[in-house]
Nanobody, 119 residues
C-alpha cells in the first residue's frame, strides 16, 4: 500500500487549504495531525464508498473529507485557526469494516505534509 500526499502550506486565520492523498488501492482512509510535542490525533475519515464520514469535534463544520473514484482522498480545510497548525498525515485502514478513530487501527501512512496557520 502506497500513500502519496500533496497540498498543505501556509494560510492565514480564516483561510482555506486542501490536502490530497492518493492511495494504491481502495481502503478506508483517515487524516490525522500531529503538532510539535503532541500526540498524533484523529481528524477525519471516510469509508471505501465515500458514503460515511467521521470528524473530530475540533474540526467538524470546518473540514470536509471526500474521495473520488481514483482512490484519492481530499481534506478541504476552511475557517482555519492557528491551532490547526500541524503535520497532517493520511492513513489507510485495511483491517476494519467501519471507520475507526485510533491511530493504531490504521496500517499504512503517508509521508506527512505541513500545514501552518498564521494569526
Amino acid at each position: 500500500v502506497q500513500l502519496v500526499e500533496s497540498g498543505g502550506g501556509l494560510a492565514q486565520t480564516g483561510g482555506s487549504l486542501r490536502l490530497s492523498c492518493t492511495a494504491s488501492g481502495l481502503y478506508i482512509m483517515g487524516w490525522f495531525r500531529q503538532a510539535p510535542g503532541k500526540e498524533r490525533d484523529f481528524v477525519a475519515a471516510v469509508t471505501k464508498s465515500g458514503a460515511m464520514t467521521a470528524y473530530a469535534d475540533s474540526v467538524r463544520g470546518r473540514f470536509t473529507i471526500s474521495r473520488d473514484y481514483k482512490n484519492t482522498v481530499y481534506l478541504q480545510m476552511n475557517s482555519l485557526k492557528p491551532e490547526d497548525t500541524a503535520v497532517y498525515y493520511c492513513a489507510a485502514d485495511v483491517r476494519h469494516l467501519g471507520i475507526e478513530r485510533l491511530k493504531s487501527d490504521y496500517d499504512y501512512w503517508g509521508q506527512g505534509t505541513q500545514v501552518t496557520v498564521s494569526s
